[in-house]
């Protein structure tokens, strides 16, 4: 089975804050997803990632940087957290075949304070 | 235009009766795929169906069975026999494309929230 992780499933920062969210993925996926997901909003792409320090943007990166160093790892860093930024973080891993299908971890809850 | 539109915000079912939850899509790709995912309250988000442009037959994963017509472009989801731990958000979800890189990122439908009543 694939196992996508996320260090945490609730998160309170303050304003101004540095906040670090991790996923860690155990299926060897070439592909990994940072969404975030507000009521009525559905999910939105802040970026992605198709390969080892490679990153795309997706709908929404402002305020929103990446980290990919290994393969298994993706990293969202919250550069100045603001309030606005209060939502759930969703991260998933692909392959590349046979249907690309992405595989989500947990969530974080964050709370910007 | 919204490339993935799902129509019913909240449907409700009787425990055992089957439902349908309604996606349509918009695409000018010839290649792409469409996906159904369910989020329980716990949020985590747990893929349930897939179907590819090209399959010719509509998929089943046991109870889920999506209703293809590509004409159309609609993908619904059929949920047979209902029970209670199908309370649930789902979600509809295309990639398109098939040439690697951003073809892999998928775009989501805003949802319907499924409620199962014994």
């Known amino acids: 089975d694939v196992k996508v992780t996320q260090s945490s499933r609730y998160l309170v920062k303050r304003t101004g804050e540095k906040v670090f969210l991790e996923c860690v993925q155990d299926m060897d996926h070439e592909n990994m997803f940072w969404y975030r997901q507000d009521p009525g909003l559905g999910l939105r792409l802040i970026y992605f990632s198709y390969d080892v320090k490679m990153k795309e943007k997706g709908d929404i990166p402002e305020g929103y940087s990446v980290s990919r160093e290994k393969k298994e790892r993706f990293s969202l860093i919250l550069e100045s957290a603001s309030t606005n930024q209060t939502s759930m973080y969703l991260c998933?891993?692909?392959?590349?075949?046979?249907?690309?299908?992405?595989?989500f971890g947990p969530g974080t809850r964050l709370l910007v304070l | 235009a919204q490339k993935i539109t799902q129509t019913q915000p909240g449907m409700f079912v009787q425990e055992k009766e089957a439902v349908t939850l309604d996606c349509t899509y918009d695409?000018?790709?010839?290649?792409?795929?469409l996906f159904w995912y369910k989020q329980p309250s716990s949020g985590e988000m747990i893929f349930l169906i897939y179907q590819g442009s090209y399959d010719e037959q509509n998929a089943t994963e046991g109870r889920y069975s999506l209703n293809f017509q590509k004409a159309r472009k609609s993908a619904n989801l059929v949920i047979s026999a209902s029970q209670l731990g199908d309370s649930a958000m789902y979600f509809c979800?295309?990639?398109?494309?098939?040439?690697?890189?951003?073809?892999?990122?998928?775009?989501f439908g805003k949802g319907t929230l499924l409620t199962v009543n014994p």
């Open positions: 979800a295309m990639r398109e494309g098939w040439s690697g890189g951003s073809n892999y990122k998928l775009t």
């Open positions: 695409t000018s790709d010839q290649s792409y795929g």
């Open positions: 998933a891993s692909s392959s590349t075949r046979p249907h690309a299908t992405q595989y």
